[in-house]
C-alpha cells in the first residue's frame, strides 16, 4: 500500500511514495541513498541503524517511515557540517574506536545522543548505582564514569568489540 | 512482511472505532514489538491504527497526590520524570533496566506493558506454539526453557511476560485506564495481565480494540523507598532471568508495609502477596527475608533447564529487600 511522505534528512528535505511496510533504514538506504545507518540485525537488537529520530536516537530498523512522515533525521553522514567533522567523530578517529567501521556510524549517533541526555539529566540504569544516588534534576556528569558509558551505549554492539577504546573517546569529548 | 494499510485517528474513540471494524487491525505505539513480530510473521495486522496523537503524552501529579502517566508517554521520558524519580524509584529503575536508550525512545508505556513473550518458539514461526497457534502444542516444555516460567505456567504454555516497567507497576499498585468498544474501565496492573491456562493466545484481559489511555500510580509514600533489581545473562540490554520490583514501609525496624513483585518467573508479573504477608509486623531480618521468600516459591514448577530460578529468585527477594533496608 503506498503512501506519500516528506522526510527532512541532513537537513534536506525528500518527498517520496513508500510502502507502508517501508522502515525508515529501508527508506534512507534504499530510496535515499544515504548509507550511513547500516542494517545489521533488522529487529532492534545491534543499533547499527540508529539515526536521530526527531534529535532522539532511535533505531530506525523498527520504526515505518509511514508513521514518521515529517520527521526531521539527522544520519552519521550529518553530523559533519561543511567538512568538518563532528567532535565525537574526530575523537572516534584519534583514539581508534573501530575495526571494520560497520557498527561505527550507529556508535557516533549514539555517543552524540548520549551526551546531550546526560547533559539533560536523563538517568540510565547505573545513575542510581552511584553514591550521590540518582539526583532527580541537574545534568549528570558521565565524563569521570566509564560505567555511564558503556551502560548507556548498551543498545550498540560491536562485532569486532573495539568497546575499549570507545569509551575513552566518549569521555574526552564529555570532558570537553 | 504482508501487506497492511496504515490510519492515523485524533482520539481515542476514532482509534477504537477503526479497530472495530476490524478483527485484524492492531494499534501501534512505538511499533518496536509490533514492526519486529511482522517481520517474524507472527503478527498479521491487515491494519494499524496509529496511537500518535491519539494517547497521551504527559506525566500528571493527581489531586489525590496520584500520578498519572499517559500512554503514549515515551519509556525514555518516563523514566526520565522527576517526579517518578522521587515518588517511585523503582519504576524508572525498571524501565532503564530494560532495552536501549534507543529502544526506550520510540517505545511507549502502553506499549511496553503489551508486549509479547520472548519465548523463541513464538517468534519461531516453523514451530509449534500454543500462544502463537492455539492447539498445535507448546514446543518449550520438551525443548530449550531455560528462560521461561517457574509459576503459573500451564501444560499448554511455559512462556513468560517479559516487560521490566509491569513488574514495578504491579508492585506499587498501579492501575490501567482503557477505553474500548464497551466503553471504558480502570484495571489494576495485578489484573491485566494473565495466566496462561488452555488459551495462552490471550496475554491479557484486553478485548479487541481495547485502548489503554492512561496508567495511574496511587499515593504510596513509602515507594519513595523501593528498587528495581534485575538479573541476567549480560551485564545489560538483556531480558531478566529473574528481576524483583520491592517497596518497603520500615518504622522503628519493623515492616508496616512491603510490596514485592517477580518478573521472569510467570506469564504475567507476579506479585508476591504470600511473602508480603508473612512480612509484616516483623523485623527485616535475612531470616524472615528467606522463609517468607520460600513460601512465595513453594508452587513453583520449573521445567528441565529453569530450576535455578527458584533460589535465584529467593535470593534476590532477599538481597533487594535488605539493600532497601540498607544493610
Ligand atoms: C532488542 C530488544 C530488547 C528489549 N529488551 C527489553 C527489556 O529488557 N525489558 C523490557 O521490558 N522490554 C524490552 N524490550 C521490549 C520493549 O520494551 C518493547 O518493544 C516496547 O516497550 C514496546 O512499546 P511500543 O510502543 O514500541 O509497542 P508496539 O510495538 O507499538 O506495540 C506492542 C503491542 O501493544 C499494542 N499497543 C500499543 N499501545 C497500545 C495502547 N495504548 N493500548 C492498547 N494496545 C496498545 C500494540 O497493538 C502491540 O500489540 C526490548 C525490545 C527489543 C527489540
Ligand atoms: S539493524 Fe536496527 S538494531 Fe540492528
Ligand atoms: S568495528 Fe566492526 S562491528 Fe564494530
Known amino acids: 500500500m503506498d503512501t506519500e ?54 533505531n530506525s530498523c523498527l520504526a515505518l517511515a509511514v508513521a514518521h512522515d515529517g520527521a526531521e533525521i539527522v544520519t552519521a553522514d550529518g553530523l559533519a557540517v561543511d567538512g568538518q567533522l563532528h567532535p565525537v567523530q574526530r575523537s572516534f578517529i584519534e ?19 548520549l551526551l546531550d541526555e546526560a547533559a539533560a539529566g536523563w538517568p540510565s540504569a547505573v545513575t542510581f548505582d552511584r553514591p550521590d544516588g540518582a539526583p532527580d534534576t541537574g545534568p549528570i556528569d558521565v565524563a569521570g564514569e566509564p560505567d555511564e558509558i558503556q551502560e548507556r551505549m548498551s543498545g550498540n ?20 | 512482511m504482508r501487506p497492511f494499510r496504515y490510519e492515523r485517528a485524533t482520539d481515542p474513540a476514532g482509534a477504537v472505532a477503526l479497530l472495530a471494524r476490524s478483527p485484524q487491525a492492531a494499534f ?26 491519539v ?7 493527581l489531586p489525590d497526590g496520584g500520578v498519572r502517566v499517559g500512554a503514549g508517554v515515551s519509556n525514555s521520558d518516563l523514566a526520565a520524570d522527576p517526579l517518578i524519580r522521587r515518588r517511585c524509584p523503582v519504576v524508572a529503575q525498571a524501565v532503564l533496566g530494560g532495552a536501549s536508550t534507543q529502544l526506550r525512545n520510540l517505545a511507549t508505556v502502553g506499549g511496553n506493558l503489551l508486549q509479547r513473550t520472548r519465548c523463541g518458539y513464538f517468534q519461531d514461526v516453523s514451530t509449534a506454539c500454543n500462544k502463537r497457534e492455539p492447539g498445535t502444542g507448546c514446543s518449550a516444555i520438551e525443548g530449550h526453557n531455560r528462560d521461561l516460567a517457574v509459576l503459573g ?21 498501579a492501575a490501567v485506564r482503557t477505553v474500548g468498544p464497551d466503553g471504558s474501565r480502570v484495571i489494576p496492573l495485578t489484573e491485566l495481565h494473565r495466566l496462561p491456562g488452555s488459551d495462552p493466545q490471550h496475554d491479557n484481559v484486553l478485548a479487541h480494540g481495547e485502548l489503554i489511555t492512561a496508567v495511574d500510580l496511587p499515593p504510596l509514600p513509602f515507594a519513595a523507598n523501593s528498587r528495581y533489581r534485575k538479573i541476567r545473562d549480560r551485564a545489560s540490554y538483556a531480558f531478566a532471568l529473574v528481576s524483583v520490583a520491592a517497596a518497603v514501609d520500615l518504622v522503628d525496624g519493623q515492616v508496616r508495609d512491603v510490596r514485592i513483585a517477580l518478573g521472569g518467573v510467570a506469564h504475567k508479573p507476579w506479585r508476591a502477596t504470600r511473602a508480603e504477608d508473612l512480612l509484616r509486623g516483623g523485623p527485616l531480618t535475612e531470616q524472615r527475608l528467606r522463609r517468607a521468600a520460600e513460601a512465595e516459591l513453594v508452587d513453583a514448577r520449573p521445567q528441565s533447564d529453569n530450576a535455578f530460578k527458584v533460589p535465584l529468585a529467593r535470593n534476590a527477594i532477599v538481597r533487594t529487600l535488605l539493600d532497601l533496608a540498607g544493610e
Not at chain 2, 504454555?157 to 507497576?169: E, G, K, N, R, Y
Open chain 2, 153 to 173: 505456567s500451564s501444560p499448554d504454555c511455559i512462556a513468560t511476560h517479559p516487560s521490566d516497567l509491569a513488574v514495578a507497576l504491579v508492585a506499587v499498585d
Open chain 2, 28 to 53: 501501534l505505539g512505538g511499533g518496536t514489538n509490533l514492526v519486529d513480530l511482522m517481520k517474524l510473521d507472527v503478527a498479521r495486522p491487515d491494519l494499524l491504527v496509529d496511537l500518535r496523537g
Open chain 2, 55 to 61: 494517547t497521551s503524552r504527559t506525566i500528571e501529579e
Open chain 1, 157 to 176: 554492539l560491536c562485532r569486532c568489540a573495539a568497546y575499549a577504546n570507545m569509551v575513552p573517546a566518549i569521555q574526552e569529548v564529555a570532558r570537553s
Open chain 1, 95 to 113: 583514539h581508534d574506536a573501530f575495526q571494520c567501521g560497520y557498527c561505527t556510524p550507529g556508535q557516533i549517533v549514539s555517543a552524540v545522543a
Open chain 1, 5 to 58: 511522505i516528506t522526510l527532512r534528512v541532513d537537513g534536506a528535505d525528500h518527498r517520496l511514495t513508500v510502502d507502508t511496510r517501508t522502515t525508515l533504514l529501508d527508506a534512507l538506504r534504499e530510496r535515499l541513498g544515504n548509507t550511513s545507518p547500516k542494517k545489521g540485525c533488522d529487529h532492534g537488537q545491534c543499533g547499527a541503524c540508529t539515526v536521530l529520530l526527531d534529535g532522539r536516537r532511535a
